[in-house]
């Protein structure tokens, strides 16, 4: 079968004046128009191609790649609006149409919006949607306490950044857990902190508790090494200072720093710490 909207594997089975037509294990048949016709091919040979309907809304395959497939996220930017939605740069000649009713913002040209594409099924066309959170679940988790995730940075709230967890399920970031700058669309790993009622994901970035402490004394290692085995930093920094030096909170930098003490890797001196 071939998927619309998706990356296919297909193989080739004739030429024409307008490209070559390829088909699937089940014989079904779509162009590949001259355009994307390779130098070199021979019958049967196997291509990937992405598999999308073009303006006369009949499938059509390409060898360009999109910038974001079904069934996923993605930041894009909106090329162009008019009476009928949204158009949106998505990497292909024909651009991605979102509705007016699928946009949590009313969206305007050169602007860049965080969207899930999908098959409408009234349609069978594929669309964007900027309201990302209808297409999210936590009724059901797939994720547990410690646990690494995938995440998309969302949009921002009063108390710190909504992002998506694992394309599957919603979660929140704490103003006071990022220690980075972070922007929407950004893709990053997580880990789950804590599961709140209602199956309310709270995640933050790097480790939790005492496996925070490894990957944080790697962090404080690397820069001493960077900077000549010393840096301008004490557990009587200021909080802001540590923060922007070493993008962790300074109760970790004070656990990573006691780690590293007894290991005998470090020493404590009232100008900073020095690698021994």
Partial sequence: MIHLGQVNTLEIFRETDHGLYLIDEANNEVLLPNRYVPDHFKIWDKLEVFVYLDNDERPVATTDMPYVQRDDFALLRCNQVTEYGAFLDWGLVKELFCPFKEQAFKMKPGGWYLV????????????????????????????????????????????GMNVIVNKKHSGLIYKDQIFKDISIGDRLKGIVKKIRPGNKLDIVLGQVGY????????????????????????????????????????????????TLYKKRLITIKPDGIYLV
């Fill in 116 to 159: 899930y594409c999908y098959l409408d099924e009234k349609t069978d066309r594929l669309v964007a949607s900027s309201k990302t959170n209808r297409f999210l679940d936590n009724k059901q988790l797939t994720v547990g306490l410690f646990d690494e995730v995938d995440l998309i940075v969302s949009h921002p709230s009063e108390i």
């Fill in 211 to 258: 496996r925070s402490i490894e990957p944080n004394a790697d962090r404080i290692m690397k820069e001493l090494e960077d900077n000549g085995g010393y840096l301008k930093l004490t557990d009587k920094s200021d909080p802001e200072a540590i923060k922007a030096e070493l993008q962790m909170s300074k109760k970790n930098f004070k656990k990573a720093v006691g």
